[in-house]
Every structure is written in structure tokens, then in C-alpha cells.
């Protein structure tokens, strides 16, 4: 298989990568019929083992699974916790989610052709910069990941790849972060490796706990963390409790991110297990964890019991793995959820050719590898898209060559940008940002050409929204003037 890595240099000189972009030969086709899978196991299992480009956006419509379903229930922990119903207090799905029903046949809209980018109408916008947020405070390496507690205390958290997470006050004159979390021994960290994610549980305030997704040699781990009790400042490196344990047959595309929806379950990004153009079919397979997006209960997590399935999950009563919430996905690195109205919105880095942003959505099959973006990758002609969402927004790899799924805003000191979801690009630096409204694109725009190698977003509590830089900077979005 050639491989040929566009970003092996900024990895080689710089110690980090969002995703490289291998040159492969694409698998064959892969069967979607998975009715001799071995059943969803029980969510006791501690250790979680599993064997020329258009830049463009579409709304989407899909065909629905035509495998049989198989009631595998009792192979199943479903769990929905005391004084809690999933979805309650909020907006459980977005409106446009397709619907599992028991009907193989049934369809909903067919997806439209794709509309170029250059065909939208421009976002009417203040000018945007992206100035300093704290520019006393020094320079942290490698960050992936900002985040803050639901405490009121207006910290912020940065997770450095290199398996430390820094806390410091949101405050512009800053100087100091001290360190939050160490477990640079237990983190397999370099290329596209390290501790990638960190997630606050919804009652950090009164239980102390918090989520990370980081790598060994050779797997991904899912683990609880609690505060000190001596000092509630810090977290307690003992103390952790390893939910999912989930095997990774090749160093790259791990995704990286977890986050809590409104529904209070921890939503979990994985990619497709890395090698070029998937090599064991992981984006089509519903009996493996990898290339997916998981939806997990970590309410009542115990040694003997880490984590439980939602009984509404898409997959439980299919031969499937029940922690599927959506698949198809290469390397969703980052993704987010829209604090009004609990949309998952995510940024899947494509192979060659395309990058896109995704509405995950229920059930949904976002195509790789039969399909890159909107177009066919297994094979490279004539394969059939049925059954698949399409991305919201596409662009090529003339555009950028990582995309940096980024957040809703929400914030209020640019009120015009409110409802924008904004999205960035590792290589090119810009930022872009669209309205979503009705069901498609109403809206889209580059907001910010900032010359930064961006590697993620953040979001504070009251909605502002940073990038994280290469250079070790932590940049504000603002109002320009």
C-alpha cells in the first residue's frame, strides 16, 4: 500500500498532527449485511474489547438499514437512571434525524445535489479577528482540547497532548497555569497520539468527576478522574476508573473528542482505526467501535459495571455493537454540541480529497469508505451512496487539508455571529462559519484568514469561542473595530 502523508513534515518538525492524509489504494467494496456479527456485548465488560474536487454542502436524506433486526436485548445492559428519561430538559434530536422503524423499505427524502460553496450567500457579519485571549500567560505545547466546568468559577482547563491537563482563571491578565492533571506515564502520545479529549460530568460541582480519551501502545482508553478530596483544585491521579478500553490497529485516526449532550449520556468520537483508506472496513462496520460515534451511560459507573447502553441507542436490537449512536466516520477529531438547541455537529477529516462537516444524527451512516464527502472513494466510480448522509459542508483539499470542527455561537459579545457554526482548517488557517436553518445552509462565509495552525476550538461558559494555535497561543474571536 503507498502511503503518501502531506503533513509528515509539520509532524516530523513540530511533534503534532491532526490527520495525515494517506495516498492508498482503496479497499473493495464492503459488505453491509452484518446479521453473523457477534451480538452487543454487556456494558460490564471493563476493558471494552472489539475484534478535480467542488467544494460543496447538501442537505440530507437517507435510505434506511436494510439488515434484518434481531432482538439481542439481553445481551444488552440498558439502563436509563432513576429521575432521569433520555432527552429529558432538552432537544434530544435535531429535528431532520432519521427515524429507525421497522420497515427495511422505508425511505425518507432523497438527498439534493450538492451546491458549491461559491452559489451560497455571504453571512451578513461585523469584521472578525482573533486577538490574544491571554497574551501574559505562557505559551503551553501542544494543546488539543479547552473546556471549562458547569461551576460558575470561569476556569478554564487545556489538554496538552503530551497526557497533562492545565487549569488557569478566564481572566485576560493571567500569567500562570498550574497543572490540573499528570499522566504522562500512562499516555502513549506523539503523531496524532496523546491525551486528545476531556469532558466534565454534568454534576462536577458536587461529584468531582471528569472523562478522558487518551492512548496506550496500542489501544484507546476511556477513564473516569475525580477531584482531590484534600485539594478539590486538582485532580486525583489514583483515582481512575477505566470505562472502555478499545483496541487501535494503527497509530493514527484515534478522533479524539468526548462530550456530554443534553440528554446527560457521553457521546464519544473514535476514527476508523488509521491506515490508508481504511484497510479493514471499520467505517462500514457495525460490529466494531471504530469509525463511529458511541453514546454511552457512565450515570452509576462502577468497577463491575463501567458504563451502560441507552435502551433508545439506534443499534441495540440489531447485531451490533448497542454503543453506536451514528458510523461512517474516517476521523471525526473534533465535534460539539450547540448548547441551545443540543445539535452534534462534527468535522471529519477526509484521505485525499475532501473535508467535510457533518448534523450527526441518529442511526446515521456517513458513508466512508464507500464514499469521501459526497463522493465515491470504494470504489473510485459507480458505488452506491443509498443508505448514507451527507456532509452539511464539503470543500476540497485545494481549500485546506484538516478540518478543525469547531462550535455553535452562542456567546453575546458578537451578537451578530449568533447561531453561526464555525469550522476551521489545520493547514489553511481560516476560519469559516454558516447558519444552518430549515434543514440547509442559509448562510456562509471566511470569517477570519488568521495564518494560525489551528488545532482545535474551545468554548467557554458564557459561549465565546477560542482557537487553539500550534504555537502554543490561545486566541479570543472577536468583533474587528
Known amino acids: 500500500m503507498l502511503k503518501q502523508c502531506f503533513l509528515v513534515l509539520i509532524a516530523l518538525a513540530l511533534g503534532f498532527a491532526i490527520a495525515c492524509r494517506e495516498e492508498a489504494s482503496p479497499a473493495s467494496t464492503l459488505p453491509t449485511n452484518i446479521t453473523n456479527a457477534t451480538p452487543s456485548p454487556t456494558s460490564s465488560v471493563l476493558s471494552g474489547e472489539v475484534p478535480p474536487p467542488t467544494p460543496a454542502f447538501a442537505t440530507r436524506g437517507t435510505t434506511l438499514p436494510t439488515y434484518g433486526p434481531q432482538d439481542i436485548s439481553e445481551n444488552v445492559t440498558e439502563l436509563t437512571p432513576a429521575g432521569r428519561q433520555p432527552g429529558q430538559g432538552s432537544t434530544m434530536l435535531p429535528t431532520v434525524a432519521p427515524t429507525l422503524i421497522d420497515d427495511p423499505e422505508a425511505t425518507l427524502e432523497e438527498s439534493p445535489t450538492a451546491t458549491p460553496l461559491s452559489e451560497l450567500l455571504p453571512l451578513r457579519l461585523v469584521r472578525l479577528d482573533l486577538e490574544e485571549a491571554f497574551p501574559d500567560l505562557e505559551d503551553l505545547p501542544r494543546m488539543v482540547h479547552l473546556t471549562y466546568p458547569s461551576d460558575g468559577s470561569g476556569r478554564l482547563f487545556v489538554v496538552l497532548q503530551e497526557g497533562k491537563i492545565v487549569v488557569f482563571p478566564g481572566e485576560r491578565n493571567v500569567s500562570d497555569a498550574v497543572d490540573f492533571l499528570d499522566i504522562r506515564q500512562r499516555v502513549n502520545s506523539g503523531g496524532e497520539q496523546g491525551l486528545l479529549g476531556l469532558a466534565f460530568d454534568p454534576n462536577y460541582s458536587s461529584n468531582g468527576y471528569f472523562y478522558v480519551n487518551y492512548t496506550t501502545q496500542g489501544n484507546t482508553l476511556i477513564s473516569r478522574f475525580s477531584t482531590d478530596s484534600a485539594d478539590p483544585g486538582r485532580a486525583d491521579a489514583s483515582s481512575e476508573l477505566v470505562l472502555m478500553r478499545i483496541p487501535q490497529p494503527f497509530p493514527n485516526h484515534n478522533g479524539g473528542t468526548l462530550a456530554f449532550g443534553h440528554d446527560g449520556y457521553l457521546y464519544i468520537g473514535l476514527g476508523d482505526g488509521g491506515g490508508g483508506g481504511d484497510p479493514l472496513g471499520s467505517g462500514q462496520d457495525l460490529t466494531t467501535l471504530l469509525g463511529a460515534m458511541l453514546r454511552i451511560d457512565v450515570l452509576d459507573a462502577s468497577p463491575d459495571r463501567p458504563y451502560a447502553i441507552p435502551p433508545d441507542n439506534p443499534f441495540v436490537h440489531f447485531e451490533a455493537r448497542g ?73 476540497g483539499s485545494d481549500k485546506g487539508c484538516s478540518v478543525i470542527g469547531g462550535y455553535v455561537y452562542r456567546g453575546t459579545a458578537i451578537p451578530s455571529l449568533a447561531g453561526t457554526y464555525l469550522y476551521g482548517d489545520f493547514c489553511s488557517g481560516e476560519v469559516h462559519g454558516f447558519r444552518f436553518e430549515n434543514g440547509e445552509v442559509a448562510g456562509h462565509s471566511l470569517l477570519v484568514d488568521s495564518g494560525f495552525m489551528i488545532t482545535s476550538f474551545g468554548e467557554d461558559q458564557q459561549g465565546e469561542i477560542y482557537a487553539l494555535s500550534q504555537d502554543g497561543g490561545i486566541y479570543r474571536l472577536k468583533a474587528d473595530g
Open 323 to 395: 454503543e453506536i449512536w451514528a458510523y461512517g466516520l474516517r476521523n471525526p477529531w473534533r465535534f460539539s454540541f450547540d448548547r441551545q438547541n443540543g445539535d452534534l455537529w462534527a468535522g471529519d477529516v477526509g484521505q485525499n480529497s475532501f473535508e467535510e462537516v457533518d448534523l450527526v444524527q441518529r442511526g446515521g451512516n456517513y458513508g466512508w469508505n464507500t464514499l469521501e464527502g459526497n463522493h465515491c472513494f470504494s470504489p473510485r466510480t459507480g458505488c452506491d451512496p443509498s443508505g448514507t448522509l451527507l456532509p452539511v459542508i464539503e470543500y
